[in-house]
């Protein structure tokens, strides 16, 4: 069993940066691939980023290629998110997710675990 719960969400002017976290209970945590996706108001739930077990391969949603950085911490039990030069489309509740299949994150589907989400807002 794996509990994930995020923080890091907030109010931010646009152009701005944020940093979310997910910290893993377990001691399984090294053999979930993570992710991130984000759900805004009145939208579907939508795709951001994964990582690997590893950490050396990552896929990124194109909205925020370049703006948005994934990274773990196995000694920490803990996936980040960077966010930077946010814009007003990027507010949305973030969820963090875990899964054995990195196919799984990569269109939300047959995931093994998700957060409760952190809402992030970003004003213009």
């Known amino acids: 069993q794996v509990q994930l719960v995020e923080s890091g969400g907030g109010l931010v002017q646009a152009g701005g940066s944020l940093r979310l976290s997910c910290a893993a209970s377990?001691?399984?945590?090294?053999?979930?691939?993570m992710g991130w996706f984000r759900q805004a108001p009145g939208k579907e739930r939508e795709f951001v980023v994964v990582i690997s077990v590893s950490g050396s391969s990552t896929y990124y949603a194109d909205s925020v290629k370049g703006r948005f950085t994934i990274s773990r911490v196995h000694a920490k039990n803990t996936v980040y998110l960077q966010m930077n030069s946010l814009n007003t489309e990027d507010t949305a509740v973030y969820y963090c997710?875990?899964?054995?299949?990195?196919?799984?994150?990569?269109?939300?589907?047959?995931?093994?675990?998700w957060g409760k989400g952190t809402l992030v807002t970003v004003s213009s």
């Open positions: 377990g001691r399984t945590f090294s053999s979930y691939h």
């Open positions: 997710a875990a899964s054995t299949l990195v196919a799984s994150l990569r269109v939300g589907a047959n995931v093994n675990y």
